[in-house]
């Protein structure tokens, strides 16, 4: 009953015997507080006694790996850090290319598992980045919504049983705070109250001089591409100088070849995703505001400019730049039909993330210690973020 909170479907399988895995859980428990559950909050955090210094290794820094990152700074005092990734802060990965819509609820308007406790966690991250990033934060609210009757129905709900973050809204209110121009919206809910749009890689830079400045001096980043890409990539020697290493890099866990046995039977999935950057008309009065209904538009840093996404695709081959276009304007062009027509492209972004598979919860972050240990004798992983990755990243990290 002390981890409460971590399904069947969490627990990284590699090739474990049952017994081997509640062993895992149990002694990660042991690094947490007990659980006092109730219908309000679940306790997470792990508890902040002394710890002995270490020499800590993050293969990734993106969202996942930055709020390791800072957590682990926060908590053990005198530790030093070292990302360890292919490009700069907020460069690359998945991240890069987020669409940065922090809320708790499903598509279906549905409370996620955690989903106030990530808010909260997230905003507290936010926080210490906008120190250093004060335009990190592109909007504090957004907008899903509803197309049909039965849309109209689960988000009416949302609205009564969550209304300190929910709020139903008109047509006609949409029409007049987001100019959508669509007869096909039949109302929605506006996100607040600690919802937000992110410029994800804004935040990141922002999270890092955040750790960089809590370290005093204890944190580096270093960027390494060229060798990373090399299929015989010697990583066992690389991380060898370190007392622990978390490996939360993402899809790049397994595209760069870092996980070997322990990539054999991962329960996840690699998912690739395409978004359309726009730039609109900035002497027209279209508000920009953050929208979603299954794909979504959300805004970019400066004047004019939307993002809209994103493609789920799981094929080996990507689609071409015609099917990305056809398949994203057949499923937004209702949503915001005055950016598919005045608007123009201008780039065509692409991410992979990896997914983990579905459980009790939904889709949940991977979180767990190596079991082969064939890289480093005191790894651990933090992956499976998949599109929750800014709702989840600050709780779990």
Request: a neutral charge; aromatic letters at 8%; hydrophobic letters at 35%.
């Amino acid at each position: 009953n002390m981890v409460p909170h971590i399904s069947s479907s969490l627990c990284i399988k590699l090739r474990l015997s049952l017994l081997l895995a509640m062993t895992q859980l149990l002694s990660l428990s042991y690094a947490l507080q007990p659980c006092r559950l109730s219908a309000k909050t679940t306790r997470l955090y792990a508890s902040k006694a002394e710890h002995d210094v270490k020499n800590i290794a993050i293969v990734g820094g993106g969202l996942a790996g930055m709020s390791a990152a800072y957590h682990l700074l926060e908590k053990i005092q005198g530790s030093s850090i070292t990302i360890i990734d292919k490009a700069g802060p907020g460069e690359g990965g998945a991240s890069a290319v987020a669409g940065g819509l922090l809320h708790p609820f499903s598509p279906r308007g549905k409370l996620l598992h955690l989903g106030v406790e990530g808010l909260n966690a997230a905003n507290r991250l936010i926080g210490a980045a906008n120190r250093h990033q004060p335009n990190c934060v592109l909007r504090d609210q957004l907008y899903r919504v509803a197309l049909t009757e039965k849309n109209v129905d689960q988000l009416k709900d949302t609205a009564n049983l969550y209304p300190k973050y929910a709020t139903w809204v008109s047509p006609d209110e949409i029409e007049s705070n987001c100019r959508p121009s669509s007869d096909s919206i039949l109302g929605g809910v506006l996100f607040s109250n600690g919802c937000k749009v992110i410029h994800v890689p804004t935040y990141i830079q922002g999270l890092w001089s955040a750790c960089q400045e809590m370290s005093n001096g204890r944190a580096t980043w270093c960027v390494e591409d060229s060798p990373i890409s090399q299929s015989n990539y010697d990583w066992e020697k690389r991380l060898s100088e370190f007392d622990t290493v978390v490996f939360a890099a993402g899809s790049g866990l397994f595209q760069d070849s870092i996980l070997k046995k322990d990539a054999t039977d991962f329960p996840a999935e690699i998912v690739r995703g395409q978004s359309i950057e726009f730039s609109y008309p900035s002497s027209s009065d279209y508000t920009n505001e953050a929208l979603l209904c299954g794909k979504y538009f959300a805004p970019l840093p400066g004047s004019g400019r939307v993002l809209l996404g994103a493609t789920h695709e799981w094929k080996e081959e990507a689609l071409d730049r015609s099917t990305v276009m056809e398949e994203l304007k057949q499923r937004s062009y209702d949503l915001a039909p005055f950016i598919w027509d005045k608007g123009s492209v201008q780039n065509i972004t692409v991410g992979y993330r990896v997914q983990s598979r579905r459980g009790k919860f939904g889709r949940m972050p991977i979180i767990g210690q190596s079991v082969h240990n064939d890289i480093h004798p005191n790894s651990w992983m933090f992956t499976g973020l998949s599109g929750r990755g800014l709702i989840y990243h600050g709780v779990y990290g």
